[in-house]
C-alpha cells in the first residue's frame, strides 16, 4: 500500500481531476492551445517520466538516451516498448492492460471533474 | 491454320506485297501521332506502274518514302498512296565520274552498301540512313557535313512523274524550274522516281570533341571548322537548361589507323543501351545533368578514328523509345543566319524553359546557302538547330506543342531565318510565308504542272491555299471566347519591361512544378473530408483505408510523371510528400487493419446504431476538415478532441461494449496524433520556417469595382498597358477569391510568374471533359461514392477563368486551385 502511493501515476486521476474543473469550470471545455490544455499534458507527461525512471531504476534497466527521448515526445509509442523489454512478453502484456486501466481511470477522473465544475 | 490465316491477309491486302493495292489503309509515321486513312496504298517495283497509277488516278495522289517525316507529309485522307520503298533499284554506278542514279525508294544505307567496296561515299545525306533517297529529296535534306548545305547541291539530275502521267527529267541545267520547284518540294509538283546523286571519297576520319561556353562556340566556328576541308562532319550540342554550353564535335580526316574496324554501322546492332541513355536523360531526375557531366564524359573519352562511311550510316533505331503510347520523341528543326546564332538561342531557351519542353538535345548544324531551290531553308548561309524532345500523344499535348513551336517559328522568321517543314505542321499561314517567301512562286509552278491539284498531302492542304484541297490546317479557334487568351499584352517593349520588373519582385515567381506537386498534399485534406462525410452515416469499418493508400501513391506516381523531365527536382518537397504519404500510409494501415477486425467484430455486436462516440468520431473528423483547410494540420489539438471524447460522452449506456471500445481505440488514435503532430510542428518549423501568406498574380485590368470587398486582395502595381500585380491569400482562400474575381471579368496572365496551373474538380462518374482549353491530365473515382470522380485539369493561366467559368455553370464542384 505504501509502495503504491510512491508510485508518481497515483496522481494522474488527482491532476485530470483537477483539470477537469478546470477547464469545464470557466469555460464550457478545454479550448485548443489554452495553458490549462498544455499544463495538463505537461504535468501528465512529467509524471509518467518521473514513474519510468523509478521503475527503471527499481528493475535495474538501463534505459537508453533514445528511449528517454521517446518518453518524452513519443510515450504512447515508447512505454508498450518499455514495458515489455523490461518485463518480458506476459508481465509487458499485464502492465499494458494495467496501463490501459490507469488511462482510463485517470480520464474518468477528468470526466468527474468536468462533472464537478 | 496459318495458311488461312495468310489467305486472308493477302485478300484484305494487309500485306506490303510489290504492286499490290491495298485497300483504305491507315497510314502513319515514325512518331505513331499521325495516322491517316488513305483510300489504297500503292506499292509500286517499275515506273510504269506509277505512271499508269498517276495518269488513270482520278483522286488525290500522295508519296510515302521511309516514314520519317512527322506531320503527314507521306499522306492526306482518301489519297491513293504511293508507297515508293520496293521502287528501290541502282540503275547505273560510276566509280570515275562519282556519280549514282538510283531509284527513288532506295534507302541511303543500301546505296552505301553499293557504293561503300568502291572507297566512295555520299557526299551529302542526313545524320540516318534508313530514309529513302526520294523522301530526302523531296525534304531537301542536310547533314553534318562542313563546306556543304543542302542535299540539292549533290544532285546531278532527277526523273519526276508529272501529274500528266510525263516521266520528266530535270537538272540545274535541263526544266531547272522542275528541279528546283521537286527537290524540296515534298511531293507536290510529281513523283521523284530516279536521281543522279555525286559522291565523295571514303576516307578515316578522328573524332575530336570539345566542351566550351556558347559565346565562344561562333569564334571556335569561325577559325576552327569554316572552310577546314579536312574537317568532314562538325555538330555542336547544346545542353538543355541553361542552353549555354555546347559540346562540339568534329570528324576531321586523317591517315590514322580506325579504331573502329567495320566500314559500315552494323545493320543488327542492338541499341539497348542507347535508348536506355535517351530515357535516362528524358525522364530521370537529373537526367539532363547526368548526361552532361557523367554520359557524355564517357562517351567521347578516348581516341575514335572510322571510316567517312561508318558515321554516315546510323540507324535510326537508336532513337526509337520502347513505346510510343503515351508520349513520344520528336524532332523539329529551325535555321538561321549565322551571325544570329547566339540571338536565337537566347529566344529558344526562353521559350524551351517557359514551357517546360523536355528536350534532350538541340545539335547546331552547318549549311551553305541553297543554290535556289524555291522552297530553300537556306536562304543565306545558315546555322540549323535541331531540336530533340518528348512530348505526350493526347490532343492536349499535342496542342501545347503546336504554341511553343509557333514561337520558335517566330523567333527564327525574325531573324531572317525559317523552320523545317517536315514536322509537325503547327505553323500558320502566315509563319510558313514568312519563312518561305517564294512559296508564291513554288504555288505557281504546282498550278502549271498540277492544275487538278493531284498530288496533296498534310502540308500541301494546310498552306496551299489556291489549290482544291480542304482549308489549309491552322491553329484551333477557341470554342469559347472565354478562353481566348485575350490577355497577351500587344507590346513586346511593354512586356518586357513589366517581365522586367516582376522579376525584381521578391516572391514573386513560384516553381511551377508545385501547382503538381502540392496536389498529394491536398490529398490529405480530401480523405478526410471524404471520411468525416462517410463516417455521417456509414460505419468507421467500411472506410476504404486501403484503397486510399494505394490512391494516394497512385496521385503521387502521376504528379511525379507530370513533373519528370518537365521541371527541375524539387528534392525538399518530394521527401516531403514521402514522409506525410509514409505516415499516412502507417495511419491507415493500422486504422484498416484495426477498423476491419476488432472495431467490425465490435460493430456486429452492438449492432448498426452509432454511439455517442461513433458521433463524435464524426464530428472531430468534420473539425479536423474544417481546420486544415486553413491551417496546418498539425496544429489541430487532438488532446481536445481526446478530452472530449472522455467528458462529453456518457460512460454507462446503450452498446456499452461498442461504447468502450469507441473511447479506448479513439483514445489511442487522438494520442498517437497528438504527439505526432507536436513533433512535425517542431521539425516543419526548424525546415521551412514561417509560410508565405500571399501570392502574386499578374492580370490584365483590375478595375476598383472588381476588387471591391475583397479584403485580401491588394493590388501592388499598375502597369501603363492597364495590367496590374495582385498579391492574393493562398490557399483555401486563393480558390475562393480567384473564382469570384474572374467572374467579375479578371483576366489572368501569369499566377506566381507562372503560365499554367492545376485544377481539380469533383464530377460525375460519366462525365467527359469537353472544354476548349486545359486537359486532365489526373482522373481517377471518389473513394467513398463511386458515382463520382476527382479531374486534374491542367489549364493555362490565360484560360482559367473560361475554364472556372465552364465548370461554375456546369455546377461542377471546383475543389481546389493549387497556388504552387
Same mark, same amino acid.
Given at each position: 500500500?505504501?509502495?503504491?502511493?510512491?508510485?508518481?501515476?497515483?496522481?494522474?486521476?488527482?491532476?485530470?481531476?483537477?483539470?477537469?474543473?478546470?477547464?469545464? !469550470?470557466?469555460? *464550457?471545455?478545454?479550448?485548443?492551445?489554452?495553458?490549462?490544455?498544455?499544463?495538463?499534458?505537461?504535468?501528465?507527461?512529467?509524471?509518467?517520466?518521473?514513474?519510468?525512471?523509478?521503475?527503471?531504476?527499481?528493475?535495474?534497466?538501463?534505459?537508453?538516451?533514445a528511449l528517454r527521448a521517446a518518453m518524452v515526445i513519443l510515450t504512447v509509442v515508447a512505454l508498450p516498448y518499455y514495458l515489455f523489454r523490461s518485463r518480458g512478453f506476459a508481465g509487458g502484456l499485464r502492465a499494458l492492460a494495467l496501463s490501459i486501466l490507469v488511462f482510463a481511470g485517470t480520464m474518468v477522473a477528468y470526466r468527474l471533474g468536468s462533472l464537478f465544475? | 491454320?496459318?495458311?488461312?490465316?495468310?489467305?486472308?491477309?493477302?485478300?484484305?491486302?494487309?500485306?506490303?506485297?510489290?504492286?499490290?493495292?491495298?485497300?483504305?489503309?491507315?497510314?502513319?509515321?515514325?512518331? *505513331?501521332?499521325?495516322?491517316?486513312?488513305?483510300?489504297?496504298?500503292?506499292?509500286?517495283?517499275?515506273?510504269?506502274?506509277?505512271?499508269?497509277?498517276?495518269?488513270?488516278?482520278?483522286?488525290?495522289?500522295?508519296?510515302?518514302? !521511309?516514314?520519317?517525316?512527322?506531320?503527314?507529309?507521306?499522306?492526306?485522307?482518301?489519297?491513293?498512296?504511293?508507297?515508293?520503298?520496293?521502287?528501290?533499284?541502282?540503275?547505273?554506278?560510276?566509280?570515275?565520274?562519282?556519280?549514282?542514279?538510283?531509284?527513288?525508294?532506295?534507302?541511303?544505307?543500301?546505296?552505301?552498301?553499293?557504293?561503300?567496296?568502291?572507297?566512295?561515299?555520299?557526299?551529302?545525306?542526313?545524320?540516318?540512313?534508313?530514309?529513302?533517297?526520294?523522301?530526302?529529296?523531296?525534304?531537301?535534306?542536310?547533314?553534318?557535313?562542313?563546306?556543304?548545305?543542302?542535299?540539292?547541291?549533290?544532285?546531278?539530275?532527277?526523273?519526276?512523274?508529272?501529274?500528266?502521267?510525263?516521266?520528266?527529267? %530535270?537538272?540545274?541545267?535541263?526544266?531547272?524550274?522542275?528541279?528546283?520547284?521537286?527537290?524540296?518540294? @515534298?511531293?507536290?509538283?510529281?513523283?521523284?522516281?530516279?536521281?543522279?546523286?555525286?559522291?565523295?571519297?571514303?576516307?578515316?576520319?578522328?573524332?575530336?570533341?570539345?566542351?566550351?561556353?556558347?559565346?565562344?562556340?561562333?569564334? @571556335?566556328?569561325?577559325?576552327?571548322?569554316?572552310?577546314?576541308?579536312?574537317?568532314?562532319?562538325?555538330?555542336?550540342?547544346?545542353?538543355?537548361?541553361?542552353?549555354?554550353?555546347?559540346?562540339?564535335? /568534329?570528324?576531321?580526316?586523317?591517315? #590514322?589507323?580506325?579504331?573502329?574496324?567495320?566500314?559500315?554501322?552494323?545493320?543488327?546492332? /542492338?541499341?539497348?543501351?542507347?535508348?536506355?541513355?535517351?530515357?535516362?536523360?528524358?525522364?530521370?531526375?537529373?537526367? #539532363?545533368?547526368?548526361?552532361?557531366?557523367?554520359?557524355?564524359?564517357?562517351?567521347? *573519352?578516348?581516341?575514335?578514328?572510322?571510316?567517312?562511311?561508318?558515321?554516315?550510316?546510323?540507324?535510326? #533505331?537508336?532513337?526509337?523509345?520502347?513505346?510510343?503510347?503515351? /508520349?513520344?520523341?520528336?524532332?523539329?528543326?529551325?535555321?538561321?543566319?549565322?551571325?544570329?546564332?547566339?540571338?536565337?538561342?537566347?529566344?529558344?531557351?526562353?521559350?524551351?524553359? *517557359?514551357?517546360?519542353?523536355?528536350?534532350?538535345?538541340?545539335?547546331?548544324?552547318?549549311?551553305?546557302?541553297?543554290?535556289?531551290?524555291?522552297?530553300?531553308?537556306?536562304?543565306?548561309?545558315?546555322? %540549323?538547330?535541331?531540336?530533340?524532345?518528348?512530348?505526350?500523344?493526347?490532343?492536349?499535348?499535342?496542342?501545347?506543342?503546336?504554341?511553343?513551336?509557333?514561337?520558335?517559328?517566330?523567333?527564327?522568321?525574325?531573324?531572317?531565318?525559317?523552320?523545317?517543314?517536315?514536322?509537325?505542321?503547327?505553323?500558320?499561314?502566315?509563319?510558313?510565308?514568312?519563312?518561305?517567301?517564294?512559296?508564291?512562286?513554288?504555288?505557281?509552278?504546282?498550278?502549271?504542272?498540277?492544275?487538278?491539284?493531284?498530288?496533296?498531302?498534310?502540308?500541301?492542304?494546310?498552306?496551299?491555299?489556291?489549290?482544291?484541297?480542304?482549308?489549309?490546317?491552322?491553329?484551333?479557334?477557341?470554342?469559347?471566347?472565354?478562353?481566348?487568351?485575350?490577355?497577351?499584352?500587344?507590346?513586346?517593349?511593354?512586356?518586357?519591361?513589366?517581365?522586367?520588373?516582376?522579376?525584381?519582385?521578391?516572391?514573386?515567381?513560384?516553381?511551377?512544378?508545385?501547382?503538381?506537386?502540392?496536389?498529394?498534399?491536398?490529398?490529405?485534406?480530401?480523405?478526410?473530408?471524404?471520411?468525416?462525410?462517410?463516417?455521417?452515416?456509414?460505419?468507421?469499418?467500411?472506410?476504404?483505408?486501403?484503397?486510399?493508400?494505394?490512391?494516394?501513391?497512385?496521385?503521387?506516381?502521376?504528379?511525379?510523371?507530370?513533373?519528370?523531365?518537365?521541371?527541375?527536382?524539387?528534392?525538399?518537397?518530394?521527401?516531403?510528400?514521402?514522409?506525410?504519404?509514409?505516415?499516412?500510409?502507417?495511419?491507415? !494501415?493500422? #486504422?484498416?487493419?484495426?477498423?476491419?477486425?476488432?472495431?467490425?467484430?465490435?460493430?456486429?455486436?452492438?449492432?448498426?446504431?452509432?454511439?455517442?462516440?461513433?458521433?463524435?468520431?464524426?464530428?472531430?473528423?468534420?473539425? @479536423?476538415?474544417?481546420?486544415?483547410?486553413?491551417?496546418?494540420?498539425?496544429?489541430?489539438?487532438?488532446?481536445?478532441?481526446?478530452?472530449?471524447?472522455?467528458?462529453?460522452?456518457?460512460?454507462?449506456?446503450?452498446?456499452?461494449?461498442?461504447?468502450?471500445?469507441?473511447?479506448?481505440?479513439?483514445?489511442?488514435?487522438?494520442?498517437?496524433?497528438?504527439?505526432?503532430?507536436?513533433?512535425?510542428?517542431?521539425?516543419?518549423?526548424?525546415?521551412?520556417?514561417?509560410?508565405?501568406?500571399?501570392?502574386?498574380?499578374?492580370?490584365?485590368?483590375?478595375?476598383?469595382?472588381?476588387?471591391?470587398?475583397?479584403?485580401?486582395?491588394?493590388?501592388?502595381?499598375?502597369?501603363?498597358? !492597364?495590367?496590374?500585380?495582385? /498579391?492574393?491569400?493562398?490557399?483555401?482562400?486563393?480558390?475562393?477569391?480567384?473564382?469570384?474575381?474572374?467572374?467579375?471579368?479578371?483576366?489572368?496572365?501569369?499566377?506566381?510568374?507562372?503560365?499554367?496551373?492545376?485544377?481539380?474538380?469533383?464530377?460525375?462518374?460519366?462525365?467527359?471533359?469537353?472544354?476548349?482549353?486545359?486537359?486532365?491530365?489526373?482522373?481517377?473515382?471518389?473513394?467513398?461514392?463511386?458515382?463520382?470522380?476527382?479531374?486534374?485539369?491542367?489549364?493555362?493561366?490565360?484560360?482559367?477563368?473560361?475554364?472556372?467559368?465552364?465548370?461554375?455553370?456546369?455546377?461542377?464542384?471546383?475543389?481546389?486551385?493549387?497556388?504552387?
Open positions: 500500500m505504501a509502495r503504491a502511493f510512491r508510485n508518481p501515476l497515483v496522481l494522474l486521476p488527482v491532476a485530470s481531476l483537477v483539470f477537469g474543473c478546470l477547464e469545464y !469550470g470557466p469555460a *464550457r471545455g478545454p479550448e485548443s492551445g489554452s495553458v490549462p490544455l498544455l499544463l495538463h499534458a505537461l504535468v501528465t507527461l512529467s509524471l509518467v517520466f518521473v514513474w519510468f525512471l523509478l521503475d527503471a531504476r527499481d528493475r535495474g534497466y538501463k534505459a537508453s538516451i465544475a | 491454320m496459318r495458311k488461312t490465316r495468310l489467305v486472308c491477309l493477302l485478300a484484305t491486302g494487309a500485306l506490303a506485297w510489290p504492286g499490290l493495292a491495298r485497300a483504305s489503309a491507315v497510314v502513319n509515321d515514325v512518331t *505513331r501521332i499521325n495516322p491517316i486513312v488513305v483510300d489504297r496504298v500503292l506499292v509500286p517495283t517499275t515506273i510504269d506502274a506509277i505512271v499508269e497509277a498517276v495518269r488513270s488516278h482520278p483522286g488525290p495522289v500522295s508519296i510515302g518514302g !521511309g516514314r520519317f517525316s512527322q506531320g503527314g507529309q507521306t499522306a492526306t485522307e482518301g489519297a491513293l498512296q504511293i508507297d515508293m520503298r520496293r521502287l528501290d533499284g541502282v540503275v547505273a554506278f560510276s566509280k570515275e565520274r562519282k556519280e549514282i542514279t538510283v531509284q527513288a525508294g532506295i534507302t541511303w544505307r543500301k546505296i552505301q552498301n553499293t557504293i561503300d567496296p568502291h572507297d566512295l561515299s555520299v557526299q551529302i545525306m542526313q545524320s540516318y540512313a534508313n530514309f529513302t533517297a526520294g523522301g530526302s529529296l523531296s525534304v531537301n535534306v542536310h547533314g553534318r557535313y562542313i563546306g556543304q548545305g543542302p542535299l540539292v547541291q549533290s544532285v546531278r539530275s532527277i526523273r519526276i512523274v508529272l501529274a500528266d502521267g510525263r516521266l520528266v527529267t %530535270a537538272s540545274p541545267a535541263e526544266n531547272p524550274e522542275i528541279f528546283y520547284g521537286a527537290i524540296g518540294g @515534298y511531293g507536290a509538283l510529281g513523283v521523284i522516281v530516279e536521281a543522279t546523286l555525286g559522291l565523295a571519297d571514303n576516307v578515316r576520319v578522328e573524332r575530336t570533341s570539345e566542351v566550351m561556353p556558347l559565346s565562344a562556340y561562333r569564334d @571556335y566556328f569561325d577559325t576552327r571548322i569554316r572552310g577546314h576541308r579536312d574537317v568532314i562532319f562538325h555538330n555542336a550540342d547544346i545542353y538543355p537548361g541553361a542552353y549555354d554550353t555546347v559540346r562540339a564535335t /568534329s570528324f576531321v580526316r586523317t591517315d #590514322k589507323p580506325v579504331t573502329i574496324e567495320s566500314r559500315l554501322m552494323p545493320e543488327d546492332k /542492338s541499341y539497348w543501351g542507347d535508348r536506355l541513355g535517351m530515357r535516362m536523360v528524358s525522364d530521370w531526375p537529373g537526367g #539532363k545533368a547526368l548526361r552532361r557531366y557523367v554520359l557524355d564524359p564517357i562517351l567521347f *573519352r578516348g581516341e575514335r578514328v572510322e571510316w567517312r562511311n561508318y558515321e554516315a550510316s546510323y540507324d535510326v #533505331k537508336e532513337l526509337e523509345p520502347v513505346s510510343r503510347r503515351t /508520349s513520344t520523341y520528336v524532332l523539329q528543326e529551325y535555321f538561321v543566319p549565322v551571325d544570329r546564332l547566339e540571338e536565337f538561342v537566347r529566344a529558344m531557351a526562353d521559350i524551351l524553359n *517557359r514551357h517546360h519542353v523536355n528536350t534532350l538535345n538541340v545539335s547546331i548544324r552547318h549549311a551553305t546557302q541553297d543554290p535556289g531551290t524555291l522552297l530553300a531553308w537556306a536562304r543565306t548561309e545558315v546555322f %540549323a538547330f535541331v531540336h530533340y524532345y518528348k512530348q505526350g500523344t493526347s490532343d492536349a499535348d499535342r496542342r501545347e506543342v503546336g504554341v511553343w513551336t509557333r514561337e520558335l517559328i517566330d523567333a527564327a522568321t525574325a531573324l531572317g531565318g525559317a523552320y523545317y517543314l517536315p514536322y509537325q505542321i503547327h505553323a500558320t499561314e502566315r509563319q510558313f510565308r514568312a519563312a518561305y517567301p517564294r512559296a508564291d512562286a513554288f504555288f505557281a509552278l504546282k498550278r502549271k504542272l498540277d492544275p487538278t491539284n493531284k498530288f496533296r498531302n498534310k502540308l500541301w492542304d494546310a498552306y496551299d491555299k489556291s489549290g482544291s484541297g480542304p482549308s489549309p490546317a491552322r491553329p484551333r479557334a477557341p470554342a469559347s471566347n472565354r478562353s481566348a487568351p485575350v490577355n497577351a499584352p500587344p507590346d513586346p517593349a511593354v512586356r518586357r519591361q513589366i517581365a522586367a520588373f516582376l522579376q525584381g519582385v521578391p516572391g514573386y515567381k513560384r516553381d511551377e512544378a508545385q501547382t503538381y506537386l502540392t496536389l498529394p498534399e491536398w490529398l490529405l485534406v480530401y480523405y478526410p473530408g471524404e471520411y468525416a462525410r462517410f463516417l455521417k452515416d456509414r460505419p468507421a469499418s467500411d472506410f476504404p483505408y486501403f484503397a486510399s493508400i494505394g490512391q494516394f501513391w497512385s496521385y503521387y506516381r502521376d504528379v511525379y510523371r507530370l513533373t519528370r523531365g518537365r521541371y527541375p527536382v524539387n528534392w525538399g518537397y518530394h521527401v516531403m510528400v514521402l514522409v506525410i504519404g509514409s505516415s499516412y500510409t502507417a495511419e491507415n !494501415g493500422i #486504422k484498416g487493419s484495426y477498423e476491419r477486425t476488432i472495431g467490425r467484430l465490435v460493430e456486429r455486436l452492438s449492432g448498426p446504431a452509432p454511439t455517442q462516440e461513433d458521433v463524435l468520431a464524426a464530428d472531430v473528423a468534420q473539425d @479536423y476538415v474544417d481546420f486544415i483547410r486553413a491551417e496546418p494540420w498539425y496544429e489541430f489539438s487532438f488532446l481536445r478532441s481526446l478530452k472530449q471524447l472522455w467528458a462529453e460522452t456518457d460512460l454507462f449506456g446503450p452498446h456499452l461494449l461498442r461504447k468502450w471500445e469507441r473511447k479506448l481505440a479513439l483514445s489511442a488514435e487522438y494520442l498517437v496524433k497528438a504527439e505526432y503532430a507536436t513533433l512535425i510542428k517542431v521539425a516543419s518549423k526548424a525546415a521551412y520556417g514561417n509560410e508565405v501568406t500571399e501570392v502574386l498574380a499578374l492580370v490584365d485590368e483590375a478595375p476598383a469595382a472588381a476588387l471591391e470587398g475583397e479584403a485580401g486582395v491588394e493590388v501592388r502595381r499598375r502597369f501603363e498597358d !492597364g495590367s496590374a500585380l495582385l /498579391s492574393l491569400p493562398r490557399y483555401d482562400e486563393f480558390r475562393d477569391t480567384v473564382l469570384r474575381l474572374v467572374t467579375r471579368g479578371i483576366r489572368f496572365r501569369e499566377i506566381a510568374g507562372n503560365g499554367e496551373i492545376l485544377v481539380t474538380a469533383v464530377v460525375p462518374a460519366e462525365w467527359s471533359y469537353d472544354l476548349p482549353s486545359g486537359s486532365v491530365v489526373i482522373e481517377k473515382p471518389m473513394l467513398a461514392d463511386r458515382r463520382l470522380k476527382r479531374i486534374a485539369v491542367r489549364a493555362p493561366v490565360a484560360s482559367l477563368h473560361g475554364i472556372l467559368l465552364e465548370l461554375a455553370d456546369r455546377k461542377l464542384e471546383i475543389e481546389h486551385v493549387y497556388d504552387y
